[in-house]
């Protein structure tokens, strides 16, 4: 592939797994803070690792209930 409507062609085969691989590797970035809290907050100990460990022993124990509806009448 030597021209850019040949990338561009080769591009648009790509499935949309691919398309996010070469997306990442054109476009690398550094996680910022959002991204930094969020893995502490998902990691075991973490604020979110709690809630899901709790829901997960909801689950188990039968007592999960639906959403509410968000209909306005």
Not at 60 to 70: H, I, N, Q, R, Y
């Amino acid at each position: 592939m030597s021209t850019v409507a040949e990338i561009f062609s080769a591009i648009q085969e790509l499935s949309l797994q691919e398309r996010c691989e070469l997306e990442a590797l054109l476009h690398p970035f550094e996680d910022d803070d959002w991204d930094r809290q969020m893995k502490r907050d998902a990691a075991p100990g973490g604020k979110l690792w709690k809630l899901m460990e709790a829901s997960e022993k909801q689950a188990a124990e039968g007592k999960l209930v639906d959403f509410p509806s968000c209909d306005k009448k």
